[in-house]
């Protein structure tokens, strides 16, 4: 996708001829369009990485149990998972759009703060 010109379709407010866009009208009346074909430009949103914290206390069972139950991995994953960040201290649970990432981080934090376990989880922007 190459980037560059800004176009305005004709149905953008933004664009030529202002709310509802469109084309002008001849001396006659007549509608012409040919001064306003344009394409919309949509952007990617940003993804953040979810991620867990190792910490000495947190049972193994219940990370396993928060990987399947809000990270929608299987047991083989989410077992897999937790053992990556027993052993290295951190690991990737999944990437998601923002609202979605903070969402996931809330509902870790809050079920392991429920249970009294120190269980940390965070994000970070995937660039
Ligand atoms: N280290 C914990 C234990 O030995 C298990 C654990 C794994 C805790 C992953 C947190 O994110 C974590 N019980």
Known sequence: MSKGVPYFRMSDPAGPGGPGGGGQSGDDGTDFDFA????????????YRVLLLNDDYTPMEFVVHILERFFNRSREQA??????VHQKGVGLCG???YEVAETKVAQVLD????HEHPLQCVMEKDD
């Not at 306003?36 to 993804?47: A, I, N």
């Not at 077992?79 to 990556?84: A, P, Y």
């Open 95 to 97: 990437v998601y759009t």
């Open 36 to 47: 306003t074909q344009t394409r919309v430009r949509t952007k990617k949103p940003s993804l």
């Open 79 to 84: 077992t897999r998972i937790m053992l990556h």
């Open 111 to 114: 079920l392991a703060r429920r």
